[in-house]
């Protein structure tokens, strides 16, 4: 199948063409439709009987187009397997943020080759399923030099990374000892890798107030926040992310009317219909990770409801969600987290694109959106082998991801 890497690319033929793109008002799915690829942009798009002509057609024979995934939360930068963990979990034990460590003593005993060769093949398997944007997180190093280390080599595959040295105190170390390095030495060597910051404030792992002063100094630092909350019982997570500005917080499966209050105030400038106004936190729901740990599913219908953006991702993991499939994330928040096709679409690609700051901007004002098909965006497509993208729902489990293009390049 032709790419747009050498000239241009005319899809012709699509018979529904998933924009997501805000801009667009109530008009955001086209039927009939084309699209034109050039180089890394989107350059046209609209009725396949009024495409222009281009250095090379490929006729998508009435099949679906999306935006490709945005995966917005993973923790891709790991060695090591959990499988007896998670035996145990099916058999009935509860997650246990401990298991962390478990990850931690394999990724340190991988030398630097073995962890790339491991990220690199996660992130083909997330391609191979139509994701185009990848955010990826620390926090399986746990000291400066592993945690750098990390960071490092995350910033040669993924899109975006995350600082999570706040994953877990490691065993044997004074929480608020390790606090403080988190927000000095750490985050000084791994500062160059990254762009965001996170914390797991949960028991067992990060109490209120070392939270928040890992994010306070992240946010000195210049980095973006996001924070890990609210997964195994209701906590002060979501309230510290409000009050922080976080761009997301995520997990959320147990939250306060006052937590869903709080998360809906963050939004209460912003036009959902257009993409317009000023920003709050986004809701980052995480499905395969809720059914992984029989967690109950975040509510994503009541926050949608209430006025918050929620995105979906794949929290791809080897403790709470070895899946990085997106495809499956949206046929879960379709199937049993009470949204419509659309919005779940929507949450798996402009979603993760606003929880990531990325989804807004064309080359007329230097930006390059992804998470949303319109001129001037990047050319991040995914073809469903499938009429419509209710097929994703309609149809589960089933391999529909026909063909992905990223910056224009095909890449599945
Ligand atoms: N909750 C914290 N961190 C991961 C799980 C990490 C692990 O168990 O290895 C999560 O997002 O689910
Ligand atoms: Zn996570």
């Given amino acids: 199948m032709p790419d747009a890497t050498n000239g241009s690319l005319l899809i012709t033929n699509i018979g529904e063409l998933m924009t997501q793109d805000p801009a667009r008002g109530r008009d955001t799915v086209l039927r009939g439709a084309a699209v034109v690829l050039e ?9 396949s009987a009024a495409a222009p002509a281009a250095d090379a057609a490929y006729d998508a024979a009435g099949r679906a187009v999306l935006p490709g995934w945005v995966d917005s939360h993973s923790h891709l930068v790991f060695a ?11 058999a009935g034990e509860s997650y246990q943020a401990g298991g962390i460590a478990v990850t931690v003593a394999a990724t340190r005993a991988a030398d630097d080759d073995e962890l790339l060769r491991l990220l690199r093949a996660r992130a083909a398997e997330a391609t191979a399923g139509g994701t185009t944007y990848l955010e990826t997180k620390t926090g399986y190093g746990l000291d400066v030099a592993q945690e750098a280390r990390s960071a490092r080599i995350a910033s ?3 899109d975006q990374v995350t600082f999570l040295g706040a994953h877990l105190v490691p065993a044997g170390v004074d929480p608020d000892e390790y606090t403080d390095l ?5 985050l000084e060597a791994v500062r160059p890798y990254v762009q965001w910051a996170d914390v797991f404030c949960e028991r067992g792992a990060f109490t209120e107030e070392q939270s928040r002063r890992v994010l306070a100094a992240c946010r000195e630092a210049g980095l973006g926040l996001r924070v890990h909350g609210n997964q195994l019982g209701e906590g002060p997570g979501v309230a510290l992310a409000v009050e922080f500005g976080a761009s997301s917080v995520d997990h959320l499966n147990y939250l ?10 963050s939004w209460a400038g912003w036009e959902s219909g257009s993409g ?7 809701a980052t729901c995480l499905p395969a990770c809720d059914l992984s740990t029989r967690q109950p599913l975040a509510p994503a219908r009541r926050l949608l409801d209430a006025g918050v953006e929620i ?10 969600s070895y899946t990085s499939s997106m495809n499956y994330c949206v046929t879960t928040a379709v199937l049993q987290m009470g949204l419509s096709v659309h919005e779940a679409v929507r949450a798996g690609t402009y979603g993760g694109a606003l929880a990531l700051g990325v989804h807004t901007g064309t080359d007329t004002d230097g930006g390059r959106a992804v998470g949303s098909i319109a001129v001037g965006h990047r050319a991040d497509l995914h073809l469903l082998d499938a009429p419509s993208a209710t097929h994703l729902a309609y149809r589960p489990g089933m391999p529909l991801t026909a063909a992905v293009w990223r910056a224009g390049k095909q890449v599945a």
């Fill in 39 to 47: 180089g890394e942009r989107i350059a046209w798009l609209g009725p």
């Fill in 80 to 90: 090591g397997d959990r499988t007896a963990e998670f035996e145990a979990r099916m």
């Fill in 156 to 158: 040669a595959v993924a």
């Fill in 182 to 186: 988190v927000c000095t030495g750490m």
């Fill in 256 to 265: 306060s009317d006052a937590d869903v209050d709080l998360l809906a105030g």
């Fill in 276 to 282: 317009t106004g000023e920003r709050g936190t986004v």
């Fill in 311 to 320: 995105a979906l991702a794949s929290n791809c993991n080897p403790g709470t």
